[in-house]
């Protein structure tokens, strides 16, 4: 059976790690334009695997706690690819 408890434990602490990284990332006056839609095509992807998590904590009718954490992470990543899109944006002036 998965543990669907734990998965969302090391989804966690991947979005906490991913908060710290992420700026300091796009603060780095050396980053390119590759490497910021590659970080935002990565933190899509987070995005869409930690909805398809809650949605399945839902499903498996999880305390409604763990579906709040679910998705305040899956807001945290959602905030971060805002983040990044703009650094893009901001390139491309």
Same mark, same amino acid.
């Given at each position: 059976?998965?543990?669907?408890?734990?998965?969302?434990?090391?989804?966690?602490?991947?979005?906490?790690?991913?908060s710290r990284e992420?700026?300091?990332?796009?603060?780095?006056?050396?980053?390119?334009?590759?490497? $910021?839609?590659? =970080?935002?095509? %990565? +933190? @899509? !992807?987070?995005?869409?695997? $930690?909805?398809? =998590?809650?949605? %399945? +904590? @839902? !499903?498996?009718?999880?305390?409604?706690?763990v579906i709040k954490a %679910?998705?305040?992470?899956?807001?945290?990543?959602?905030?971060?690819?805002?983040?990044?899109?703009?650094?893009?944006?901001?390139?491309?002036?």
């Amino acid at each position: 059976m998965t543990d669907w408890i734990e998965i969302l434990k090391e989804q966690t602490a991947t979005g906490d790690q991913m908060s710290r990284e992420v700026p300091q990332m796009l603060a780095n006056p050396d980053i390119s334009e590759a490497q $910021v839609k590659t =970080l935002f095509s %990565a +933190l @899509e !992807k987070q995005a869409e695997f $930690v909805e398809k =998590l809650r949605m %399945a +904590l @839902e !499903k498996f009718g999880h305390d409604f706690s763990v579906i709040k954490a %679910a998705e305040r992470l899956e807001e945290r990543y959602a905030d971060l690819a805002a983040s990044v899109a703009e650094k893009l944006k901001a390139m491309r002036e």
